[in-house]
């Protein structure tokens, strides 16, 4: 095996990544290194080195819906016999494995996932009556968003974000963009009720359209004028690093059903690590391989990456750890963590394809139509089926 491999990765993830890379070094005796670049400069430098051929890191991060990009044109290598042969399979989040498959061979390892909850200002929802245990539905959720001030918003349907949101409650309810012939089917019954919810919450007067990451978004929260805010378990890093002076007005529940009783988990982000296809070098590919396997598949590596970053492993095997149970001082003394990992299990399966980014990009600017009141639910998904369907070469289903 060689005894370095350089990878790339973005931000909190690369600095995360060269935390486990130094224990891995001192266990190895080997030097393994990660080159911390900014999302947008990770993206330019990747996908122009994997298009050209040449200039790859030995390995690196890879966004979920990316990896079905890059390996659909021979950028990434074939994993699968790595994989099986070490094991993990039934070690991670079923529902993950999806994510770094494409023509049934995997592409990648596993790592973070982002099962959701509704993340609340618990000084708000008190002072209006709000109990969340009483949230049996979305129904229940605009309900008590009308018992708020009328300068106080339940929820944020953030500009250039919608299709976030989608996405994270089509998922809930286990819709699918593509069915599994490749037919679009972004208007199926799943979206239309998805598009009818988040149509409700706006005709009720309990949202605000704040950009998300924005100086007001995050003012809105710190002065108790936005109550909730629908996220997943890595958000839980920003708002401790961003609105210290918030801790303990914070709490988490699980996603509302659609129906009393019905699933209350999705996922909203998640990353892998991959193997560029031109790193041909078979020492490296082990070494690159081996190194992202430690990294993956140690509990205590990803635990630590889950306490200093936010970053929630798919890896079940993690979740056994005392973290889990511990009551955080910044959610009142809830314990946080066991909500998602609760979550996690639960997580429905999702379809990536080479087309997913036209489909946010068509849901976008569709709901955005609805929300200005243009267009109905039902017209507003059907409108953007079209424009997938316009902009591919795919049947509608």
């Known amino acids: 095996m060689a005894q370095s491999a350089t990878g790339w990765a973005w931000n909190i993830a690369a600095r995360s990544l060269q935390g486990a890379a130094e224990s891995y070094n001192k266990e190895h005796n080997v030097d393994v290194k990660v080159e911390e670049l900014g999302g ?13 051929g040449s200039g790859a890191p030995d390995f690196s991060a890879v966004q ?37 498959s494409h ?27 709000i109990n969340p245990d009483d949230i049996k539905t979305w129904d229940d959720f605009i309900e008590a968003g009308k018992k708020l001030p009328d300068d106080v918003a339940m929820i944020n349907l953030p500009p250039q974000e919608m299709s976030q949101l989608w996405r994270m409650l089509f998922r809930q309810r286990g819709g699918q963009a593509f069915t599994d012939d490749g037919a679009i089917s972004v208007a199926s019954e799943d979206s239309v009720a998805v598009a009818q919810l988040i149509k409700d919450m706006a005709d009720a007067g309990i949202t605000t359209r704040i950009e998300l990451w924005s100086g007001g978004w995050f003012t809105s929260f710190a002065e108790g004028s936005l109550a909730s805010l629908p996220s997943a378990a890595w958000m839980d890093g920003t708002l401790r690093a961003e609105l210290p002076d918030t801790a303990g007005d914070w ?17 909203r982000g998640g990353s892998n690590m991959a193997i560029p296809s031109q790193i041909d070098d078979e020492e490296t590919v082990n070494r690159a391989f081996d190194y992202c396997l430690y990294a ?42 066991s909500i998602f990992a609760e979550v996690a299990e639960q997580i429905q ?13 068509a849901i976008e600017t ?32």
Do not use: H
Request: hydrophobic letters at 35%; charged letters at 25%.
């Open 64 to 100: 979920n819906y990316d990896v079905t990009n890059y390996a659909s044109i021979g950028g990434l290598l074939d994993l699968t016999s790595r994989i099986e042969q070490a094991g993990i399979v039934e070690n991670i989040v079923e529902s993950k494995w999806e994510t770094v």
């Open 296 to 337: 993956m598949t140690t509990p205590e590596v990803q635990n630590k990456m889950l306490e200093e970053f936010g970053l929630f492993p798919s890896l079940t095997t993690a979740y056994e750890a005392d973290i889990y149970e511990r009551e955080l001082d910044f959610y009142g003394g809830q314990a946080i963590f």
């Open 40 to 52: 947008d400069a990770w993206e330019q430098r990747f996908q122009t080195a994997v298009t050209s």
């Open 103 to 129: 023509d049934d061979t995997y592409y990648a390892i596993p790592w973070d996932i982002g099962p959701t909850g509704i993340f609340y200002k618990r000084d708000v929802y008190e002072d209006a009556g």
């Open 251 to 267: 709490g988490v529940y699980k996603l509302p059903p659609f129906e009393e009783g019905g699933n209350r988990a999705s996922n």
């Open 349 to 361: 399966p999702y379809r990536y394809t080479t087309d997913t980014p036209e489909v946010q990009d």
């Open 366 to 397: 569709e709901l955005g139509n609805m929300l200005n009141g243009n267009k109905s639910p039902q017209q507003a998904v059907e409108a953007a089926a079209q424009t997938v369907a316009d902009r591919t070469d795919r049947e509608l289903a």
